[in-house]
């Protein structure tokens, strides 16, 4: 089932006791709220267009094949400043991959910062 949100999509391609891997598509000119989560590691692949990444404060720009490991408790945030789709593979790993394991530090939707601080 695929899922929408204000700044594009996402699906999710396996659900395991240990592991949870989504294909999520980041819209043109959009991005996802700059966050961290207490229960979970996370992995992202680009597999189409040019990916713009905030780890930590920090900016990298990735492309097709090229992965990043996002640390638990590491803030971070997916955004494509192109004008088409990008798309990438996330893995997570931890104890917890609900939803509500998401803790916002900005976000450009006016979403609640916090679900719930798990």
Request: no cysteine.
């Amino acid at each position: 089932m695929i899922e929408n949100r204000p700044w594009g999509t996402y699906e999710v391609l396996l659900d395991a006791e240990n592991v949870k891997v989504k294909r999520i598509v980041v819209n043109p000119n959009q991005r996802m709220s700059y966050q961290y989560h207490h229960k979970r590691r996370e992995n992202w692949t680009v597999v189409e267009g040019i990916l713009t990444i905030i780890l930590d404060d920090s900016k990298y720009i990735l492309s097709v094949g090229e992965s990043i490991h996002i640390q638990l408790g590491a803030h971070h945030r997916a955004w494509n400043e192109s004008d088409k789709p990008v798309t990438f593979i996330e893995v997570q790993t931890g104890t917890y991959f609900g939803e509500d394991d998401i803790v916002r530090l900005e976000d450009d939707y006016s979403r609640n910062f916090t679900y719930n601080k798990v």
